[in-house]
């Protein structure tokens, strides 16, 4: 196993793997014993964590590699091995990006809320925790990703009704293209979407968010992970993220932003609409995410 090393601002772990030695399952299938070394805003200092690959497959979207250690899978996607998801044995918190997508549900209308990048579940993990009585339809491309998911991710428990009726619907197909819709629209909309360890370019372009805002009902919202920093200019911060600049050009002065801290990824996030009241938004989610939604700002103050 080649090393592997994960680009900060795309997505929220540092990664490096070594090879510790070759071993054998029951059914012959080599294994490898590997160091992870994984920082988070959780692990503010470095720690080794003995990872095992459980599946390694090559598909016509992705390249999926998923490890396991006695905390956590993880999810590693294409030639970049950047990670899309994180299953935390015992708890659904990540403390990264992933995290903040569930501060949606108290400033949307009731109702479905889309996730497109579904990946592993790892965002739709905690926004069920949380709040057990959502309908999220998330979607994704790869069949076999979702498969994997089930099988090593936990994919496959979320798509099991809640108590309170909430449920993960799992759709398989391009999360840009027409059929992403549901009657009546979605409340909200997660985006979460990365190919070669980069934003899609399709997210470059105005017309893509209108057609996306357009499958929202009445006062919904859209929430963006936009990645890193993409350009040196721009005169205040989050104009050097792509993303965010087009996103601004859709929808002039209904755009809200943050930035993820270094230790959980730095990261670009964007929400649609009017800035919401930072104070009541905060007192509606638990302490740990309250603290953080206080960080966003209207792009156009």
């Known amino acids: 196993m080649p090393l592997i090393s994960k680009t900060h601002h795309q997505h929220p772990f540092s990664l490096c793997f070594v090879n510790k030695q070759t071993r054998h399952n029951n059914n012959n299938n080599n294994k490898k014993a590997l160091t992870l070394i994984c920082c988070s805003a959780a692990q503010v200092e470095e720690e080794e964590d003995d ?37 935390i ?9 992933w995290d903040e997508f569930a501060s949606l549900p108290p400033i949307v209308p009731q109702g479905p809320i889309a996730i497109l990048g579904l990946g592993g579940g790892t965002a739709a993990h905690l926004m069920l925790t949380l709040w057990p009585s959502l309908q999220l339809h998330g979607w994704e491309i ?15 428990h979320l798509e099991n009704h809640t108590q309170e009726g909430g449920v993960l619907n799992v759709h398989i197909g391009d999360a840009l293209s027409a059929s992403t819709t549901v009657s009546g ?20 372009e105005v017309e893509t968010w209108l057609e996306l805002n357009n499958k929202l009902m009445p006062n919904g919202r859209i929430m963006v992970n936009c990645g890193g920093s993409t350009s040196v200019t721009g005169s205040t911060d989050w104009e050097k993220n792509n993303t965010l600049v087009t996103l601004c050009k859709a929808f002039p002065g209904q755009v809200n932003w943050k930035k993820m801290g270094k230790t959980e990824s730095e990261n670009y996030l964007a929400l649609t609409g009017p800035l919401p009241d930072l104070t009541r938004w905060a007192a509606a989610l638990p302490d740990r995410l309250g603290s ?9 103050p």
Do not use: M
């Open 51 to 87: 990872y095992q690959v459980v599946s390694a497959i090559n598909t016509p979207y992705n390249n999926i590699l998923i490890l396991d250690s006695a905390h956590s899978r993880v999810l590693l996607l294409d030639d970049t091995h950047n990670v899309h998801s994180i299953f």
């Open 89 to 97: 044995k015992g708890q659904p918190w990540t403390d990264s990006y």
């Open 142 to 156: 790869d069949d076999i990703l979702i498969d994997k998911a089930r099988e090593h991710l936990g994919l496959s």
């Open 185 to 204: 629209g979605y409340a909200g909309i997660v985006v979460d979407l990365f190919s070669g360890g980069e934003v899609l370019p399709q997210l470059q």
């Open 292 to 300: 953080s939604v206080v960080q966003w700002a209207s792009c156009f």
